[in-house]
């Protein structure tokens, strides 16, 4: 039985937080929370209830699903898929009391978001700032033929070109072979109150057989960014959009995946000084890595960067329905 001194129920804030307004979701579910390492943690039967979704477990997964969602998480692991595509926890998924649980800030900032468009703080979307990375004496990432700088920027023009077709206002933070500061391209997007921000980066790594596209969201204050065990308290501008940055980033990470046939890396999370800064709901992309010979030499074909332009102006398009949804 669990201890009544660390275990309740959480459904009563959480209704307020993050507004029960949808008929798919059981209205009632007692989604409980439990203390544990520091940190609150709620039990996954009870959000797969929350969600109207089955539960099942099998060895260390945990398997929650519906006809319209798949979720699978991994005791110990500090990630799990949303419909097949890959999501970075903010904190491990553990095992208490033969309870599988997950922290309740992955559950309002990491899940809902992306289950849920009702979590989403709705917003227009016609303007848009794509940030093509690096620029000028800044080279970024170079593989033996290309660099980040230009490869960035021949994608954010195609991307420009697709979103413009569909009826946005598009700027770059750039739009020829220039250095711009960090802190000025956020700059940038508030200057002319950009809706969204999406900055675009080619990778790099000591291994040359890593593969595969990611994208990243700003890491809400209290939690540590997926590639650092530093956790910060601090609340930045970028904080004030968490739950829209989650859904944004997911939706862009799942289409260019889709779209460009390439290793899903996965949504992840960080303190970039562009996402830390940015005005609006805001993702960096990583496109591919030039350290890769074989993704080097996509990344520099026309054909497969419109692959890829299409990929993340879909993303951005799914996720403005997201926004547009009402049922």
């Not at 593969?211 to 970028?238: D, H, V, W």
């Not at 026309?302 to 951005?316: D, K, L, M, T, V």
Request: aromatic share 12%.
């Amino acid at each position: 039985m669990l201890n009544p001194a660390v275990t309740k129920y959480f459904i009563g804030v959480t209704m307020l937080w993050i507004g029960l307004a949808e008929s798919s979701v059981v209205r009632g579910a007692n989604v409980r929370y439990v203390q544990l390492y520091g940190q609150q943690y709620v039990y996954l039967r009870d959000v797969a209830a929350y969600y109207g979704m089955q539960y099942a477990v099998k060895d260390k997964e945990i398997i929650l699903f519906s006809k319209y969602s798949r979720l699978v998480f991994t005791v110990d692991k500090k990630y799990c898929t949303v419909n097949g595509t890959k999501v970075t926890l903010l904190f491990p998924a553990v095992k208490y009391n033969w309870r599988r649980c997950i922290s309740s800030m992955d559950f309002l900032k990491t899940v809902d978001p992306i289950l849920r468009h009702w979590a989403l703080w709705k917003h227009r979307l016609a303007r848009i700032m794509l940030d093509p990375g690096h620029g000028g004496h800044d080279k970024g990432a170079s593989g033996k033929r290309f660099h980040e700088k230009t490869i960035t920027l021949a994608l954010a023009r195609k991307v420009a070109n697709l979103l413009i077709r569909a009826g946005y206002e598009v700027s770059l933070t750039r739009n020829s072979d220039r250095f711009i500061d960090l802190r000025q391209r956020a700059d940038a997007a508030r200057q002319i109150k950009a809706d969204i921000f999406i900055s675009i980066h080619a990778n790099k790594a000591d291994n040359s057989s890593v593969t595969g596209s990611e994208s990243f969201c700003m890491t809400p204050a209290g939690a540590n960014s997926t590639y650092s065990r530093q956790a910060s308290g601090k609340i930045f501008p970028g904080n004030r959009y968490d739950v829209n940055n989650t859904a944004l980033a997911y939706w862009i990470q799942r289409s260019l995946t889709a779209a460009a046939q390439n290793s899903d890396r996965g949504l992840k999370h960080a303190r970039f000084m562009v996402l830390k800064e940015a005005p609006c709901p805001a993702a960096l992309i990583e496109v591919g890595f030039l350290s890769n010979p074989g993704e080097e030499k996509q990344l520099g074909e026309e054909a497969y960067q419109w692959e890829i332009a299409r990929g993340i102006a879909e993303g951005i398009q799914r996720y403005h329905y997201q926004l547009k949804r009402r049922e």
